[in-house]
């Protein structure tokens, strides 16, 4: 299955196991052998992907009059997002920032969520299959202590 990733993120390309800020988002990106693009550039890409998903930045407003869902659908069979922060989050925003991000959930053929608690909301809100995607660490770069130990 070939993977696209949307974030913030300013870069391009795949994540090696050994990347030395392995954050969660980062981390799934890296297991799911996907590619990873900035959101504001999903435009300029005429590649073809079966699953897009876009982690939708805090700082929504940048992309207002971005289309979005229209882009993503454009080069990938299927769209999704990943959530980001906590599941009320997106709540604290403008009116307008509420009901665009509101929009953009129901557009998605699929949400990932962090937890049990985060998906029960997720189905509440929305009418979106919506499916567990817990926090990812990839461990490979964690020195361990092999020495014996006392206390």
Known sequence: ??????????????????????????AWICALNATHYPINKIHELQEEFDLGITIIPKNKEILFDYPLIEQMRRICKKIGTMQESTYWYWQGGSVESQLWYHHVLQSMDIIFCHNDMDLKYYRGITDVTCELMPTLMITDNIKTYDGERNG
Do not use: H, L
């Open 1 to 26: 299955m070939k993977i696209a990733f949307f974030t913030e993120g300013q870069y391009t390309g795949n994540i090696p196991r050994n990347y030395p800020n392995m954050r969660t988002d980062v």
